[in-house]
T-cell receptor
Framework: DAGITQSPRHKVTETGTPVTLRCHQT?????MYWYRQDPGHGLRLIHY???????DKGEVSDGYSVSRSKTEDFLLTLESATSSQTSVYFC???????????FGQGTRLTVV | GESVGLHLPTLSVQEGDNSIINCAYS??????FIWYKQESGKGPQFIID?????DKRQGQRVTVLLNKTVKHLSLQIAATQPGDSAVYFC??????????FGKGTRLSVIA
């Protein structure tokens, strides 16, 4: 398996609080992605990065921001968590931007 | 690990039978397609891929078929085993744009 880890693995937070999820990869991959997974929707892209400090929005980016200050780390921040952001979040990476992306184990976030 | 109680189409097959999982993709310009397997509590894992200039590709016990005319992908699993029970996703790619995933199909293998 590609070395990609997410932290925390589980988090419960209150509505209105900021939350940061972390993704760390040891493959020196240029591209990194954040997806969320919800019943009936499959995996939907939140944001992605195509290099250090280079990021772009995905399909469901409202309410989220990202940062990539190092190749190996990609942070996802919920500025003010809402109940609609209760989900399972997956980070992924690949080297070429196309083709197979390697996924982390996921973070289950519950906003109460 | 993490998983989601997805309300998905479900395919139930007897152990030893062949399975066929179908997917309709969205973008006629997509040039690369992947099938992923997601077991309970884990992230998606790559199974097999196919480029748009091909209509069939075979792996170990798996075959992917691509019909660009009707924007349809299928994944065939031969001699299905209990370990094949999982959710299967197709994903499509155009150039360097991020993968776009389908909603998934749950495969349940009956021993």
């Amino acid at each position: 398996d590609a070395g990609i880890t997410q932290s925390p693995r589980h988090k419960v937070t209150e509505t209105g609080t900021p939350v940061t999820l972390r993704c760390h990869q040891t493959e020196n991959h240029r591209y990194m992605y954040w997806y969320r997974q919800d019943p009936g929707h499959g995996l939907r892209l939140i944001h992605y990065s195509y290099g250090v400090k280079d990021t772009d929005k995905g399909e469901v980016s409202d309410g989220y921001s990202v940062s990539r200050s190092k190749t190996e780390d990609f942070l996802l921040t919920l500025e003010s968590a809402t109940s609609s952001q209760t989900s399972v979040y997956f980070c992924a990476s690949n080297g070429q931007g196309r083709g197979e992306a390697f996924f982390g184990q996921g973070t289950r976030l519950t906003v109460v | 690990g993490e998983s989601v109680g997805l309300h998905l189409p479900t395919l139930s097959v007897q152990e030893g039978d062949n399975s066929i999982i179908n997917c309709a993709y969205s973008n006629s310009a997509s040039d690369y397609f992947i099938w992923y397997k997601q077991e309970s509590g884990k992230g998606p894992q790559f199974i097999i891929d196919i480029r748009s200039n091909m209509d069939k590709r075979q792996g170990q016990r798996v075959t992917v078929l691509l019909n660009k005319t009707v924007k349809h992908l299928s994944l065939q699993i031969a001699a299905t085993q209990p370990g094949d029970s999982a959710v299967y996703f197709c994903a499509e790619n155009l150039g360097n744009t991020p993968l776009v995933f389908g909603k998934g199909t749950r495969l349940s293998v009956i021993a």
